[in-house]
């Protein structure tokens, strides 16, 4: 008799599925042309992306003053969204480097979708980066290069942190997604009719034939990374909550934020996974693949760093009371009663609120309640950026310097032009790369059944 464990992980893959029925259904999306629904998506996300383009070209034209940013407020949406999305790109690393060396075979039909949203998301923030220094043209001063005239970064500055953190863990991150690939990218090699894809997909396969040597070298490379990676999950939201928690503004500085934007960035980097991986699963018919177990397991994720993250906002406003400052209540105060804040309730609601409803086996295994409650998440997270950085500004030590924030049309362009970005970069992906790792669900459906016979 199977052990109750055995049960679980065989519910993995459902049905009797060989291996080649397996890479028909995997690389069908690849193989296949698009049909209309792609296209309908598509399109729109290259539009917001023509917006994009519009809307940052006349912010280098006219400065930042096409922006609502003013005095005191003078980070706002740039860094608001950068945070945001930095934080998204949290989810892809986690499912792949600290569940594989945690040896969590659910997994397997995730880590694709994750490592990809990922990559995206990390360079969707840095074009907000880029745009919010003013004159991106001189970016490459934050670099230390040599140079005649004696220009050199401030490395006590949080800010230069960000650059090592988010460049280091971009750079781990590709690698990291882009030898997972190598095996799906060999067989797209092997298994393509047209010439001009054998020599792309061949290009990229980097001569990989499946030998025992390869196979040898791939596995310790790829646990060699998963190592690396796993630190990085911590590291770089620390470095980046290191922005506010380094400086002596109401409402930044304080201790709890290194573990809270930690526990915020893999919340809301589950809850976009969710967002694009429950149609997904559908319209690429990947349902015996990814199963309701996964996003049950994922939700389960999402509750636990929503608790963090409930348990985070009250220590924060307990040391506000706690720490007798006049500034720091009277920011507390602001979040709760003023001009601003419903932000503030609103995202106690969708990040505090909406979440406790995955304790329901019912509502976790409910996909349609699921997905809206992703996207609620996905709002809320972003919602606790702007609660952050603007509210928190925009009452200064003097009342005569306080100035409510209005967003302009140049802001919200960038915004959505770069969840067009994301969605086209995605779109993309899902059109000329397997969304699945082919190899290792292959695996692991080989591990299953060898196990259960």
Same mark, same amino acid.
């Given at each position: 008799?199977?052990? /109750?464990? @055995?049960?679980?992980?065989?519910?993995?893959?459902?049905?009797?599925?060989?291996?080649?029925?397996?890479?028909?259904?995997?690389?069908?999306?690849?193989?296949?042309?698009?049909g209309r629904g792609w296209w309908m998506l598509f399109l729109p996300c290259v539009g917001l992306v023509g917006l994009f383009v519009i809307a940052l070209s006349y912010t280098l034209s006219a400065g930042i003053g096409t922006w609502g940013n003013n005095i005191p407020v003078a980070w706002a949406f740039g860094v608001v969204n950068f945070v945001w999305w930095i934080g998204i790109g949290h989810a892809g690393t986690l499912i792949s480097a600290i569940l594989l060396l945690f040896q969590q075979d659910w997994r397997t039909s995730i880590n694709r979708f994750a490592e990809a949203m990922t990559l995206f998301a990390v360079a969707c923030a840095g074009l907000f980066i880029l745009s919010h220094m003013g004159r991106p043209w001189f970016a490459y001063w934050v670099l230390p290069y040599p140079s005649t005239m004696r220009l050199w970064p401030n490395f006590k500055?949080?800010?230069?942190?960000?650059?090592?953190?988010?460049?280091?863990?971009?750079?781990?991150?590709?690698?990291?997604?882009?030898?997972?690939?190598?095996?799906?990218?060999? +067989?797209?090699?092997?298994?393509?009719? !047209?010439?001009?894809?054998?020599?792309?997909?061949?290009?990229? *396969?980097?001569?990989?034939?499946?030998?025992?040597?390869?196979?040898?070298?791939?596995?310790?490379?790829?646990?060699?990374?998963?190592?690396? !990676? +796993?630190?990085? =999950?911590?590291?770089?939201?620390?470095?980046?909550?290191?922005? &506010?928690?380094?400086?002596?503004?109401?409402?930044?500085?304080?201790?709890?934020?290194?573990?809270?934007? =930690? *526990?915020?960035?893999?919340?809301?980097?589950?809850?976009?996974?969710?967002?694009?991986?429950?149609?997904?699963?559908?319209?690429?018919?990947?349902?015996?693949?990814?199963?309701?177990?996964?996003?049950? #397991?994922?939700?389960? =994720?999402?509750?636990?760093?929503?608790?963090?993250?409930?348990?985070?906002?009250?220590?924060?406003?307990?040391?506000?009371?706690?720490?007798?400052?006049?500034?720091?209540?009277?920011?507390?105060?602001?979040?709760?009663?003023?001009?601003?804040? /419903?932000?503030?309730?609103?995202?106690?609601?969708?990040?505090?609120?909406?979440?406790? +409803?995955?304790?329901?086996?019912?509502?976790?295994? #409910?996909?349609?309640?699921?997905? =809206? *409650? @992703?996207?609620?998440? #996905?709002?809320?997270?972003?919602?606790?950026? &702007?609660?952050?950085?603007?509210? !928190?500004?925009?009452?200064?030590?003097?009342? @005569?310097?306080?100035?409510?924030?209005?967003?302009?049309?140049?802001?919200?362009?960038?915004?959505?032009?770069?969840?067009?970005? &994301?969605?086209?970069?995605?779109?993309?992906?899902?059109?000329?790369?397997?969304?699945?790792?082919? +190899?290792?669900?292959?695996?692991? #459906?080989?591990?299953?059944?060898?196990?259960?016979?």
């Open positions: 008799m199977q052990a /109750p464990d @055995s049960l679980r992980a065989e519910s993995l893959i459902k049905g009797d599925h060989d291996d080649r029925t397996l890479t028909d259904s995997l690389f069908d999306p690849v193989w296949t042309t698009q500055s949080p800010l230069m942190w960000d650059v090592f953190a988010i460049s280091t863990y971009l750079t781990v991150s590709l690698l990291f997604w882009y030898l997972g690939l190598i095996p799906d990218l060999a +067989t797209l090699r092997d298994a393509s009719v !047209s010439r001009r894809k054998r020599i792309i997909y061949g290009i990229f *396969a980097l001569g990989w034939r499946g030998a025992a040597s390869q196979w040898k070298d791939y596995r310790w490379a790829y646990l060699l990374l998963a190592g690396l !990676s +796993t630190p990085l =999950v911590l590291s770089v939201h620390t470095i980046v909550s290191f922005d &506010f928690a380094a400086s002596l503004i109401p409402g930044w500085h304080t201790t709890i934020f290194p573990p809270y934007f =930690v *526990a915020g960035a893999v919340y809301s980097g589950f809850a976009m996974v969710l967002t694009l991986i429950i149609p997904a699963r559908r319209f690429l018919h990947l349902k015996h693949v990814i199963t309701p177990r996964h996003l049950e #397991n994922m939700t389960k =994720v999402m509750l636990a760093t929503g608790w963090m993250v409930t348990y985070g906002y009250a220590v924060e406003a307990f040391m506000a009371w706690y720490s007798g400052s006049v500034h720091e209540i009277g920011q507390l105060q602001t979040r709760f009663y003023g001009p601003l804040s /419903p932000f503030y309730w609103a995202l106690i609601f969708c990040n505090c609120i909406v979440v406790q +409803t995955f304790w329901s086996k019912k509502l976790r295994t #409910n996909l349609k309640w699921v997905w =809206v *409650a @992703s996207i609620l998440i #996905n709002l809320g997270m972003w919602l606790e950026r &702007f609660v952050i950085v603007v509210i !928190s500004l925009h009452r200064d030590f003097l009342p @005569s310097s306080w100035r409510n924030y209005s967003p302009t049309w140049v802001d919200f362009s960038l915004f959505a032009g770069s969840l067009g970005v &994301f969605g086209s970069l995605f779109l993309l992906f899902l059109r000329f790369l397997p969304a699945v790792a082919a +190899t290792e669900v292959k695996e692991l #459906n080989h591990d299953l059944k060898k196990g259960h016979a």
